[in-house]
């Protein structure tokens, strides 16, 4: 078995060390009952510190045909330091990319994700993008993200690295800098570590950023992501026009596109807006939604046939119920203790009526494939005085036990689809 991997783009295809590949993939953001990505590891438990989450969580991925993850921050010495913090804490990603591994047998590719990017948006405004802080601010992502590859792009279990997640603001957009930039860390993380890929993740806005943007990609080792969250519940529609759209978008300079988020809430709310659990009619149609996307994305592939999609990660491995909290007791906020992460689900500002979803709401602590459940919480202590009660054992100094995942039918009817294909693929 093959000790590195070299993924290549040709057209809409990616192979990996000359296969075809399609993503069955996940979302994984497993951010545990208690915190939030505010908080060290800021939204990155694949470090050795939080390896009874992901110990927790590889090997029911492997049994159910996952065989792509994307996350959404990496955490580095930079971002420890810039948050107050030793740059020798851990961040060693190295037993996590090598369990993902697995010695080659039925492996997890990881598409790693960098945090910092999401919040400077105004770091890539035409009206901004001369000022001094903001060049800075580019020179730093870039560094850092070079450094990431630099670190862990040798990994066997790395396909490449999504150099940013939904920062294509309509205004970004306009700007041609903003897509010259990205084409210039891509082709320099291509120097770095030869055979790895990268892509922009970007907000489903019909196209318009694979329209502006795709004359500028000239790195060969760039793809598109998109996060969508298209079409209802019926079988036929699945994603709509998002493929044929998107091939006219990039017929000048063919690159695949990968789903890097598609899902839906497991959820609904009452008559008095109490988000509660679907009903057994709401479920049945759950499964229908996740079924039919998932077929519309492989009747699109573009491992086999003229598709243009190279798979997708569904959105989401877990619940977040970090996501839940009303105003006044959110991560950090002054009043957070001692109500803050509680597990009530709460419906938040824009969490809305949204009708072609199973349970018609956007509630976004909900999209799991698992629910969780915390494993004694009125045992546990604050880290601080006053603080809040989470997943960190304050007298151990280490972490309590990973919250307990509890499956969904909706996840059993995506997993066995996914199995379906890798028998299919395999014949």
């Excluded at 850092?144 to 790395?158: K, T």
Aim: charged share 15%; aromatic share 14%; with cysteine.
């Amino acid at each position: 078995m093959e000790s590195t991997t070299n993924w290549v783009i040709d057209q809409y295809k990616i192979t990996v060390n000359g296969q075809p590949f399609f993503g069955n993939g996940v979302s994984y953001a497993p951010v545990p009952w208690g915190t939030c990505p505010d908080f060290v590891p800021y939204g990155d438990f694949t470090i050795n510190t939080w390896s009874s989450i992901w110990r927790r969580d590889l090997e029911v991925m492997r049994a159910n045909g996952i065989n792509l993850l994307k996350t959404y921050n990496t955490l580095d010495s930079a971002q420890l330091i810039a948050g107050g913090k030793p740059g020798n804490w851990d961040h060693d990603h190295k037993a996590f990319l090598d369990a993902c591994w697995n010695n080659g047998k039925n492996p997890i590719y990881v598409l790693m994700g960098y945090g910092p990017p999401k919040e400077k948006q105004s770091a890539f405004l035409p009206e901004t993008w001369p000022e001094k802080k903001n060049v800075d601010l580019r020179a730093s992502f870039k560094t850092g993200l070079l450094n990431l590859a630099s670190a862990w792009g040798a990994y066997p279990a790395v396909m490449g690295f999504a150099m940013a997640n939904e920062v294509n603001a309509e205004n970004v957009i306009q700007n041609p800098l903003f897509f010259k930039y990205w084409n210039e860390v891509a082709t320099a993380i291509g120097s770095a570590v030869p055979g790895k890929l990268t892509t922009l993740v970007n907000s489903d806005d019909s196209m318009h950023t694979a329209t502006k943007g795709n004359s500028y990609i000239t790195a060969a080792n760039f793809f598109w992501g998109y996060n969508v969250y298209r079409g209802d519940w019926t079988h036929a529609n699945g994603f709509g026009d998002l493929f044929s759209t998107y091939k006219t978008a990039t017929a000048a300079n063919p690159r695949p596109l990968m789903l890097t988020e598609w899902g839906v809430p497991a959820s609904t709310h009452d008559a008095a807006g109490n988000i509660q659990a679907m009903n057994a009619t709401q479920m049945d149609n759950l499964v229908t939604y996740v079924t039919g996307h998932y077929n519309d994305m492989v009747a699109n592939r573009s491992d086999s046939g003229t598709g243009v999609c190279c798979g997708g990660t569904y959105f989401e491995w877990t619940d977040e119920w970090w996501k839940a909290d009303p105003d006044g007791t959110k991560c950090l906020e002054a009043n957070a203790a001692p109500t803050c992460n509680s597990g009530v689900w709460n419906p938040g500002p824009n969490m809305a009526f949204v009708p072609h979803f199973p349970g018609n709401y956007y509630d976004e602590e909900a999209f799991g494939l698992f629910s969780i459940t915390p494993v004694s919480p009125a045992t546990r202590k604050p880290v601080e005085k006053d603080g809040c009660i989470g997943p960190w054992n304050p007298d151990a100094n280490a972490p309590y036990a990973p919250d307990v995942l509890t499956e969904r039918p909706h996840a059993k009817a995506l997993f066995t689809a996914m199995l379906g294909f890798k028998k299919a693929a395999a014949l």
